[in-house]
């Protein structure tokens, strides 16, 4: 009992000291609850969305092909079946509207009939065949608001003017999240897209269950080119397709909130550790009254408890703040989601209070245990200050192999494993395996880095300069732990920055790839009724600033089952020469011959001299033989000669040209010739690789930016730990200070001295964690892709450790103004 209250009492004497490290475990678990309330909210949000849209369907048919959509016939059979209610069909296809300048919108929306594919945000569902109601994105590209009148050209590119009705909720319906909708009335949209049939069939349920219904709906409709869902399968399949998965966002911010809590446990193990020295003199008159080794051991831990129960309710409740905080965050990267929707579950709390005591009483463990090998005698010792310690050669040695196996798992993943998720995850592993080791023997290696980053300083500030270093060096373990805690934070950073600017990097590569030439005109609707005439080509060709066109013509076919374009290159333009990888030469095939690129031979099985059933969507099928596979840009996946393109599908416009402007153009400079040379023809769309780059770009910026200030967060728990370690090293060096003074050392010099010592600290820190986040952006986004772009953003990386360096010295200015004020003279006498 007398120990217990003797625990009490060191709370209270020294509740200074030990609210920096309450602050870390506050801050730690206020992420880990704000994340876990996120990634439930998210999921709640998917939730709520689904199930507005498919809360009717008990059934849902859906056509696996465009080329076999589901005819009138089986709407009106599945509406006579028993436990039927109702049966209703969805016309899904391409429709393009015009905007205020009477030029297609760049991105093209989908078209829908007005069924529960999608519910209404604002407004109400078009009831006339002159009515529309279009997603919000949409309506933003178009400048339309509802009330509004806008164009929309139908299958035959005849304008239609349309009252917008009403906004459509497009979340959970994935290209129509990320392309834009616009939903019509049946005959409507039947005449927008040029569909006959239907893409899917929602069927509701009179009476019996929806897996009783969905095998006599499966029965009635037949197999082939047909899924037969229940109205619960179709809104996960609608979930996995939402362009962004809640349950894989809430992982990953469950890693950071892991992250953010190993660096609290990193400053509240160094904080409990140098208060546990500075209190030798106590414990061991704790032990000289009779107090026992686990008496004492149970003390400490009681304080860590204490502490970390009182810091994780009061992270817990920031976190839950923060959760209601990130809503207007969300809303202004354009989601919608309400405050009714955040969800706080009692797991959540759990976890997030669980975690945070967990990781205090871990962390004071180990100084727990050195307090219980303080000998009585110590109390006889007046020395206030802590040993650095040795290092043992148990932990040099699993230090050393941790690093090794670290590092050679990340090396080893691309080349055993190849690109892909597992690759991925054994870069991770190895990364996180790498780390500990650089933990287990900083204390090692912190003498030669502070030696190297410290010799400006030394230089640069005189006497405090090379005090100050020589102070970071002298306690190893705690200046270690001290720089481990800002590597964490930095590691992260760099790594997302490296990763970052290779994603920029590879994306200009993909647009490149997927946009070879400076723009893309195509014309409106399906590709079998896009056509655009000869005469565009000749005027376009006699337009300044356009230095080269190439047009194909094109058709979709199903190849053995799956959708495919097969297009007919003419000759000339920017098409590079093809590059047989086998087979013949482009040029010689007859008819009935193909050539495939090396992709699509890949993802198709196909090789020189296989066969393959085209079917042509007029109910034809004629075979064709592979003769050649061809890699070329902007070659099409599946080509054709000319004359046997016209043989099979007849004399038919172009369905894209592509073109090269005057290589002196600027972006803008260039659209307005292509734009110029096809004014009469305002129905084709116009798609530059400027565009594209810039919108992949924008979307990737907006995902860092959020991604960034998660990570800060982690960073600014690594600067509460430099701030603790300055700060409780004022006090355990208060005697030295006290010294230095005496001995003629000003005030200025003497905070000088604490601020260079945090810099250097704050440095070494900032460097490893560059240098290992760098290396690990790069191997991360190898992992990714074999055939990403590698790029290290020297500028960003220099701006993280300069200011992570300056952030360093910030966080040690209160403590070296509180060793400037102390007094010598009470110092020196040990009060």
């Not at 172009?654 to 402007?661: E, H, K, R, S, W």
Request: with cysteine.
């Amino acid at each position: 009992m007398p120990v217990w209250r003797t625990t009490l009492a060191g709370l209270r004497a020294h509740k200074a000291r030990l609210a920096m490290a309450a602050l870390a475990t506050v801050l730690g678990v206020a992420f880990t609850a704000g994340t876990l309330v996120l990634g439930d909210t998210l999921r709640a949000d998917a939730e709520r969305t689904v199930t507005a849209n498919t809360a009717d369907v008990d059934v849902a048919v859906l056509a696996t092909s465009g080329l076999r959509e589901l005819p009138q016939e089986a709407v009106d059979e599945l509406a006579a079946l028993d436990g039927v209610e109702r049966a209703q069909g969805a016309v899904e296809g391409q429709a393009t509207l015009l905007g205020a300048d009477g030029r297609p919108l760049r991105q093209k929306p989908v078209a829908a009939s007005v069924t529960l594919r999608t519910s209404l945000a604002e407004g109400r569902a078009p009831g006339a065949d002159d009515e529309v109601a279009l997603a919000a994105s949409t309506a933003e590209d178009a400048g339309a608001a509802v009330g509004d009148t806008v164009g929309v050209l139908d299958a035959r590119g005849r304008q239609r003017d349309m009252t917008v009705t009403g906004l459509v909720d497009t979340r959970g319906e994935g290209t129509m999240a990320l392309r834009g909708a616009a939903v019509f009335t049946l005959p409507s949209a039947k005449a927008v897209t040029g569909k006959a049939g239907y893409a899917g069939i929602y069927v509701t349920s009179s009476g019996p269950a929806p897996e009783d219904l969905r095998a006599d709906v499966a029965a009635a409709v037949g197999e082939g080119g047909r899924e037969v869902l229940t109205g619960r399968e179709w809104a996960d399949a609608k979930a996995a397709g939402s362009g962004v998965d809640p349950a894989l966002l809430s992982a990953g911010l469950a890693v950071l909130a892991l992250v953010s809590l190993l660096v609290s446990g990193l400053v509240i193990g160094n904080t409990f550790g140098i208060l546990v020295a500075q209190r030798k003199r106590e414990l061991a008159l704790l032990r000289c009254v009779g107090a026992s080794r686990s008496q004492v051991f149970g003390g400490v831990l009681a304080e860590s408890a204490a502490l970390g129960a009182a810091a994780s309710v009061l992270g817990a409740a920031a976190g839950v703040g923060a959760g209601y905080a990130a809503v207007p965050l969300l809303r202004a990267f354009g989601s919608d989601i309400p405050f009714s929707v955040v969800t706080v579950t009692p797991q959540t709390l759990a976890i997030s209070l669980a975690a945070g005591l967990a990781v205090t009483v871990g962390a004071a463990a180990l100084p727990a245990h050195a307090a219980t090998r303080v000998p009585p005698v110590a109390a006889l010792n007046s020395t206030r200050e802590r040993e650095g310690g040795r290092f043992g050669s148990v932990r040099g040695v699993l230090g050393l192999s941790a690093a090794a196996t670290g590092a050679g798992a990340t090396a080893a993943a691309v080349p055993v494993l190849g690109a892909g998720p597992t690759a991925l995850t054994t870069v991770v592993a190895g990364g996180m395996v790498l780390f500990l080791g650089l933990v287990a023997l900083g204390p090692v290696l912190v003498r030669p880095a502070v030696a190297v980053v410290g010799f400006l300083p030394r230089r640069l500030f005189g006497t405090p300069g090379r005090l100050a270093v020589a102070n970071a060096r002298r306690n190893p373990r705690r200046a270690a732990t001290t720089a481990v805690a800002l590597a964490v934070g930095v590691t992260l950073m760099s790594g997302v920055s490296v990763a970052t600017e290779s994603f920029s990097a590879s994306v200009g590569k993909g647009v490149e790839h997927a946009l070879p030439v400076d723009f893309i005109v195509t014309a409106p609707g399906t590709a079998e009724q896009a056509q655009i005439p000869p005469e565009v080509v000749e005027r376009l060709q006699g337009t300044d600033g356009i230095a080269e066109i190439g047009a194909q013509r094109e058709a979709v076919v199903e190849l053995d089952g799956k959708e495919a374009g097969l297009a007919s290159v003419v000759p000339g333009g920017p098409f590079e020469e093809p590059v047989v990888v086998a087979g013949v030469d482009p040029e010689q095939m007859g008819r009935g011959q193909v050539a495939v690129t090396p992709e699509r031979a890949e993802e198709f099985g196909l090789g020189v001299g296989d066969t393959v059933s085209a079917a042509t969507g007029d109910g034809r099928t004629v075979d064709l033989e592979v003769a050649a596979i061809v890699r070329a840009s902007p070659y099409p996946p599946f080509s054709m000669a000319p004359e046997a393109f016209t043989a099979l599908f007849g004399e038919r416009g172009y369905g894209a040209l592509m073109i090269n402007t005057d290589p002196g153009l600027s972006p803008e400079e260039g659209r307005a010739a292509v734009e110029a040379g096809t004014e009469d023809h305002p129905a084709v769309s116009i798609t530059g690789t400027d565009d594209a780059r810039r919108q992949l770009e924008a979307t990737l910026s907006n995902l860092v930016m959020i991604v960034g200030g998660l990570l800060a967060l982690s960073v600014l728990v690594s600067l509460v730990g430099i701030a603790n370690t300055m700060s409780l090293s004022v006090v355990e060096r208060t005697r030295e200070s006290a010294l230095l003074r005496a001995l003629g050392v000003t005030r200025r010099q003497l905070g000088r001295m604490l601020t260079v010592e945090a810099l250097v600290l704050g440095a070494v820190g900032a460097c490893t964690g560059a240098v290992v986040g760098g290396v690990y952006g790069l191997a991360a986004i190898t992992a990714m892709r074999a055939d990403a772009v590698p790029a290290v953003p020297v500028g960003q990386l220099a701006v993280i450790v300069v200011g992570s360096g300056l952030a360093a010295m910030a966080a040690a200015a209160l403590p070296a103004r509180r060793a400037g004020r102390t007094s010598i003279a009470a110092s020196l006498a040990g009060e």
